[in-house]
Every structure is written in C-alpha cells, then in structure tokens.
C-alpha cells in the first residue's frame, strides 16, 4: 500500500483568508499537506518533516510593528519554500530585502510578465506579448511592496505596479511570488502550485482517493481493534461518509444510532434507513423522535434557543439509545479538516460567532468513549471523493448543506408539525425543479423558509388566505459570504405555480433576494 503521508507540504498560515485554499490545491496535486499557525512552536514544524513549505499571505503589513516574521527554521530545514503575498513580503524581509507600503494598495487582475526562465514559472503561460515573453493573468490583493530584492535572490515576475513580483534563489529552491496562485481567478494558479509541489519538492502525487480509503480502513482497524464503535449517523454528507467507511472497516463493529427529529426534509429518514441498513447492511437503530422535539420545542420562538433545545435533546435521546448497547468502547465522528484547524486556532485567526452552531454528534459527557474521527485530514471535496469510492449514490455525497438543527431554523418562530410538513413539501418541489433544470449543482445551497404569516390569495375556486414560502438559493466558495443565486425567472415562475397550486396551505412565494452579509444563508 503507497504511504500516502509520506511527501506531505507545510502551509504557515499567516492569517490570510485564503490559506485553506493553498491547501485544497496542494491536495489537488494529489500531495497531502497541514496548515500550521505561523506562531507554532519549532519543534512542530520540524516533526512534521515538510517535503516543502507555502508561506501564505495575511492581512499584517511586513513594515510594522506587530508583523509576523518566518520562523528561522523554516530555511533552516533546507527544503524548498514559496512565498506568496504576505509569505513572500516576509521571505524578502528575512534574506535582508527591502519592504515598504505603496501607498496604493493594489486588488484584482494583473498581468504578469513571467522572468528569469524560473523553474517555478517555465512554459506556464496564458498568452505571449509582442516581444515573445510570457505572460500570466493573476489576481493580485496587498498593500505593501518589495522595493529592492534580498541578496543571492533574482527577478522571477513583475508588473507595471509591482516590478518585483516574484523573485527566487533557486539554488536553495526559495520561490516568492507576490499574487495569489491559490485562487481561481489566477488562472494557470494550479500549475504553478503542481510544478512547485510537483517538480521542485518532488512529491509523489499518492494523495489519492482509492489510496485515502485503504490508509483509512487500515488505520481504523489498527485504532478500534476489536472494540464496537457507535456513530450518531445524520443522513448529511460527513456523517455517512464516517458509517460507509467504517463499515468496510470494521463491518459489523459498527452500530449507527439515527434519530428522525421530525426536522428533517421529505422522505429523508426513510432514504438513510434504505441506503445504510437496506442496500449497505449496515446495523442501523433507527429513533422516531418527532414527537419528543415538537413537544421540547412548543412555545419555544427565539432561534438560539431552538438550537440548543434541539441539540440537547439529541444529545439525550442519542445518551438513552447508547446506554441499552453493551460493550461500545468508542464514538465516531464526522470532524473533518476545516473543523480541526478551526478549533486549534491561530494568533491570527479572529473569528466572530454569528450563530451557535450546532453538529450532531457531541460527546456524551459522562460516556468516557474515546474518539474515532476517520476524516480529519479531509477537506470537504475530499469527504465527496471518498464517498463516491465508497459506493455511495451522488445523491447523497453531492448534497447540499443541512444545517444540524434541520427544518427546525427554517420555520421561522415556534415548529410545528403542520408547518413542518408544508414546509417539507415546498422545499421538495424546489429541490426537485432545481435538479431537473440542472441547476442544483449551479448553486450552492438551495432550499425553502417557511414563515409563519399569513396573506390572502385567489385561487381557481375562491379566496386563500394562507401562509408564505420564501425559496433561498446562494452561491458560495466557503459560506462565509454568499451571493443570492439570479436563478431564472421562468424558473422561479414554475418552482412558485407548483408550491401554490400543489399545496393549500400556500398563498404566496417570494425569493430571498439577500446576500451575507448582511444577511446570513439560513433565516434563523
Ligand atoms: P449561516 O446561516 O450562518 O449559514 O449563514 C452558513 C452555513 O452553515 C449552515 N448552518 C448550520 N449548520 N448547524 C449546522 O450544522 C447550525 O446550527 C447551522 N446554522 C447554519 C447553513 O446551512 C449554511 O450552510
């Protein structure tokens, strides 16, 4: 079996916001690869025994006080390093090179003239000028400068307002480059991540699908023994990529508690119980627990409080269905990379919570079970990859976001069943028009709100006077901010004839025509 771990890249992270997408690169190029904060302790750094390290951008100027400097060792390794943006300000500061603001921060499109006949940068081009040099349309985002370049180091790349816009020492295999290859609006972005990856670090492309579900199911084995794992399956994404993965570990080691909240969308419960227990063989204990929800969550209208009333609960009921299970040493999760990263935080890193967010699957506080999380070195596309290895239909591995708390944040105020279940049928005529336009995959998240006002209608025989549907659909790269998708109109026009002809408690439909911010995706 290839050790998939055994060429991996360090990414210092020095707060930019696109850090996590150098890594999802990296792994593109089929290498593995950590981001650490840039303030880690050296000892990390080299433990982890980088092949190569990617010095990110950030949002701290080179030229003040509270900037972030590389870390010594991470030209002591003697591995090659690329800097980008803030990483290659830092680089040039570090060799002795001069750094200053431009008074003119420069964001967006730029054309690059590739110099030097760079390894890094040879033949990576997406058009030639008059003069037969190559050059590179890229995306460019700072404030600061390299004014002069450290010794030792040559030209690689420049622009009209940045003549150095890229420099090297390549005998010491030292790469910067002042925009950023790591988004797609550099558009030969993953060829110079692949070649540097690739031809300078010279990393085996064995970060492969195939090769992540033998190293898993290897390590899970190795992990749990002969132990029984208990997985709190969802019917999301990471949930059911975790039960598919230790089932073909472990088989029937695997016990899946799956609650049916009643929050869930149509036929949904019915589809995990089909795909896990039915078509997987999985041993699943299916709980019908609508009821226990409606009856916690009466009179209950303020949306942090309906997220923990629903997130407890589960914690509970789950509690209860674990407890008549003898012998359960071990509980699985579905944490993947971006979770982990999140929760170990940065120097850097400032995040704001917006809303308490809440996953299915915390620790039963008393239970003393030790974690299992098989997907913890996975970025989300990866999750996807390694579902569809697995055998499990599209459908399920190319969904969308739900939300832990369901239907729960999207009926507006208090849930009640009967919203629930109008609610249930809107969003299921607007899911399913989405993927017979082909639009489903077009969008980011798409579903229906259910608000609980009232407004009167005409219909073929009389007067309605019933509740609104808004339909939401965004688009996304990170959910952090989201457009509203322009769906087209004639589109919009069926989605709303069907919801209000097929179901009677309907009167209107209206379209979310919000962006976050200010607005976020979900209503509550
Ligand atoms: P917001 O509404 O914060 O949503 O813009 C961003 C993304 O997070 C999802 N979301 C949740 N997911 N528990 C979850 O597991 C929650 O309580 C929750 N609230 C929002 C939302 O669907 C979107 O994808």
């Known amino acids: 079996m290839p050790d998939i771990h055994n060429h991996k890249i360090l990414i210092l992270d020095f707060g930019s916001q696109f850090t996590q997408l150098i890594a999802r690169r990296v792994r593109e190029a089929g290498v593995y690869c950590e981001i650490y904060a840039c303030?880690?302790?050296?000892?990390?750094?080299?433990?982890?025994?980088?092949?190569?390290?990617?010095?990110?951008?950030?949002?701290?100027?080179?030229?003040t006080e509270s900037r972030h400097p590389v870390p010594d060792v991470v030209f002591d390794l003697n591995v090659p390093v690329l800097g980008i943006c803030y990483g290659m300000q830092a680089m040039a500061a570090h060799f002795g090179g001069e750094?200053?603001?431009?008074?003119?921060?420069?964001?967006?499109?730029?054309?690059?003239?590739?110099?030097?006949?760079?390894?890094l940068l040879k033949g990576i081009q997406d058009q030639v000028n008059d003069e037969g040099h190559g050059l590179l349309d890229v995306w460019m985002s700072h404030g600061d400068r390299v004014e002069s370049l450290p010794e030792g180091f040559k030209l690689i790349a420049s622009t009209e307002s940045a003549p150095i816009a890229g420099f090297a020492?390549?005998?010491?295999?030292?790469?910067?480059?002042?925009?950023?290859?790591?988004?797609?609006?550099?558009?030969?972005?993953?060829?110079?991540?692949?070649?540097?990856?690739?031809?300078?670090?010279?990393?085996?492309?064995?970060?492969?699908?195939?090769?992540?579900?033998?190293?898993?199911?290897?390590?899970v084995k190795d992990q749990v023994g002969s132990d029984t794992v208990l997985l709190a399956l969802s019917g999301g994404v990471d949930s059911s990529v975790v039960a598919a993965m230790l089932h073909k570990a472990i088989g029937s080691q695997l016990v899946c508690v799956f609650v049916d909240n009643g929050l869930l969308r149509l036929g949904e419960g019915d589809q995990v119980m089909e795909t896990f227990a039915k078509s997987l063989g999985v041993r699943v204990i299916r709980v019908n627990a609508e009821q226990e929800f409606l009856d916690a969550l009466q009179g209950v209208d303020d949306p942090e409080q309906k997220r923990k009333v629903i997130g407890g609960l589960f914690i509970q009921i789950f509690e209860r269905e674990a407890r008549k299970l003898e012998g359960v040493k071990w509980l699985a999760q579905g944490t993947i990379y971006p979770d982990v990263i999140e929760s170990a935080g940065s120097a850097t890193g400032k995040a704001h919570v917006i809303k308490s967010h809440h996953n299915v699957g915390g620790l039963p506080a008393d239970m003393k079970l030790s974690l299992v999380e098989p997907l913890r070195e996975l970025f989300k596309d990866e999750v996807r990859k390694v579902g569809r290895e697995l055998g499990l239909p599209d459908a399920m591995v190319d969904r969308h976001p739900f939300p832990g708390p369901g239907l729960g944040v999207r009926i507006l105020g208090?849930?009640?069943?009967?919203?629930?279940?109008?609610?249930?049928?809107?969003?299921?005529?607007?899911?399913?028009?989405?993927?017979?336009?082909?639009?489903?995959?077009?969008?980011?998240?798409?579903?229906a709100v259910f608000l609980p006002v009232k407004s009167v209608g005409v219909t073929g025989d009389g007067r309605r006077y019933a509740h609104v549907i808004s339909l939401r659909a965004v688009e996304t790269s990170d959910f952090m901010t989201a457009n509203w998708a322009h769906l087209p109109h004639e589109f919009l026009d069926q989605v709303s004839r069907r919801i209000i002809n097929e179901i009677d408690a309907v009167a209107r439909v209206v379209y979310d025509i919000s962006g976050k911010p200010p607005a976020t995706i979900e209503w509550e």
């Open 39 to 63: 303030d880690v302790a050296v000892q990390a750094i080299t433990d982890f025994q980088p092949r190569g390290i990617i010095l990110s951008g950030g949002p701290e100027s080179v030229a």
């Open 99 to 119: 750094v200053a603001p431009h008074g003119k921060s420069e964001f967006g499109y730029a054309t690059v003239r590739a110099r030097g006949h760079s390894k």
């Open 169 to 219: 020492n390549e005998d010491r295999k030292l790469y910067a480059l002042q925009f950023h290859v790591e988004v797609t609006h550099t558009k030969r972005g993953s060829d110079i991540i692949n070649r540097f990856v690739a031809d300078v670090c010279e990393c085996n492309a064995e970060w492969q699908p195939a090769g992540i579900v033998d190293a898993s199911i290897a390590s």
């Open 414 to 447: 208090e849930v009640r069943k009967e919203y629930a279940d109008t609610l249930r049928l809107a969003d299921d005529i607007f899911i399913s028009e989405l993927r017979s336009h082909n639009l489903y995959h077009e969008v980011s998240q798409a579903f």
